[in-house]
């Protein structure tokens, strides 16, 4: 699991990096490595040539690109993995809930509030990681990672399944229903149906516009306004208990 921490204050930074190295000691079954980073582009250009982080632990306050706009950046860019921010103001708390942060925590940080925020987020990283549906094409058997599904559609009477890196993986014919057939994704909160016969994944929705719902993967589904008012309130409670840890 990667770990990236940005803040351009030593003092912090160093706090936070040991911190971590702490608990990676304590859970070494986690494999924990730690990239700490002083300015936000910095972090950006590592991102854009070796990839993202399982988490980033965020100062809001920097110089240049603050942490809230590096947020924004890593999720138009379809990072969308855990954010916690670390800040000694409370004023940008609001902003933090709008790039989907797993927690929000003013310096300074006791160690006890610390790891445990950390420990709740690593734990639903590797839920998240560790989910999985097998799913029956013309081929043979698929294993479908819950992460890696951004939504699936009924076509017909097959399923299609749209992945993050925009493949898809089309199933065999299907005898049952689709809430059936799709019944192992509905069990994780992640998924809620859209009408009767799309299913989405909440955490993958960058924007729910009138008749429009736009991914992180840049997907993009049209349909009516109604679905996407029943959408838009289940992705704002959905975000809303991922910050919260409900």
């Known amino acids: 699991m990667k770990i990236a921490i940005c803040d351009d204050e030593v003092f912090y930074r160093e706090q936070i990096l040991e911190l971590i ?80 942060a797993a927690d929000y925590i003013i310096k300074p940080a006791s160690e006890e509030e610390f790891i445990s925020s950390l420990d709740k987020v690593v734990k639903s990283v590797s839920d998240i990681k560790n989910k999985f549906t097998l799913i029956k094409t013309k081929e043979g058997s698929v294993k479908l990672n819950f992460d890696n599904l951004v939504y699936a559609e009924l076509a017909k009477r097959t399923v299609i399944y749209h992945l993050r890196d925009g493949k898809t993986i089309e199933s065999v014919y299907i005898r049952t229903n689709f809430g059936d057939t799709v019944k192992d994704l509905v069990s994780d909160k992640r998924f809620v149906f859209c009408g009767k016969s799309l299913l989405i994944n909440l955490y993958h929705i960058s924007s729910v516009q009138n008749e429009t719902i736009t991914f992180d993967s840049s997907d993009k589904i049209f349909t009516g306004k109604k679905l996407c008012r029943e959408l838009h309130n289940a992705w704002v409670s959905f975000s809303f208990s991922e910050v919260n840890g409900i």
């Open 21 to 100: 190295q702490k608990y990676a000691m304590q859970h070494k079954s986690k494999e924990i490595t730690v990239a700490s980073f002083t300015h936000a582009e910095e972090l950006l250009d590592t991102v854009n040539k070796s990839g993202g982080f399982d988490i980033y632990i965020l100062d809001v306050i920097m110089p240049g690109m603050n942490g809230i706009e590096l947020g924004k950046a890593l999720r138009e860019k379809g990072y969308d993995e855990r954010i916690i921010y670390l800040t000694t103001s409370d004023e940008f708390a609001v902003a933090s809930y709008k790039v989907n």
